[in-house]
């Protein structure tokens, strides 16, 4: 069975840094992109950060550029969000997700074949 799990989420206040991670199993790590979404109540779920492996292009959401950095470690068969600088408009709930289609945007949600089951990040004072 195809499984990710995402762990890192938590409460934290403005401008404290979280690091999320996804890890992947049951498939063959042969994907075409990797990212993670987020959707706060009443929103809909949004791309924040994605990387095109075939493309080789990386994509960061406005909203997160020079905040958020996106990696892997293939070995490791794990996806990292490191998020610095964090708002209360970050509050969300979190999921990787990943495709072996190649999607177009990067961020386009309905290409993810692969999605965790999210985990919460809430920044409040």
């Known amino acids: 069975q195809v499984q990710l799990v995402e762990s890192g989420g938590g409460s934290v206040q403005p401008g404290d840094s979280l690091r999320l991670s996804c890890a992947a199993s049951?498939?063959?790590?042969?994907?075409?992109?990797i990212g993670w979404f987020r959707q706060a109540p009443g929103k809909e779920r949004e791309g924040i950060s994605c990387?095109?492996?075939?493309?080789?292009?990386?994509f960061y959401a406005d909203s997160v550029k020079g905040r958020f950095t996106i990696s892997v470690d293939n070995a490791k068969k794990t996806m990292y969000l490191q998020m610095t600088s964090l708002k209360p408009e970050d509050t969300a709930a979190y999921y990787c997700?990943?495709?072996?289609?190649?999607?177009?945007?990067?961020?386009?949600?309905?290409?993810?074949?692969?999605w965790g089951q999210g985990t919460q990040v809430t920044v409040s004072s």
């Open positions: 990387i095109g492996i075939q493309r080789r292009d990386t």
């Open positions: 997700a990943a495709t072996r289609a190649w999607p177009t945007p990067l961020a386009q949600a309905s290409a993810y074949s692969y």
């Open positions: 049951g498939f063959i790590w042969d994907y075409y992109a």
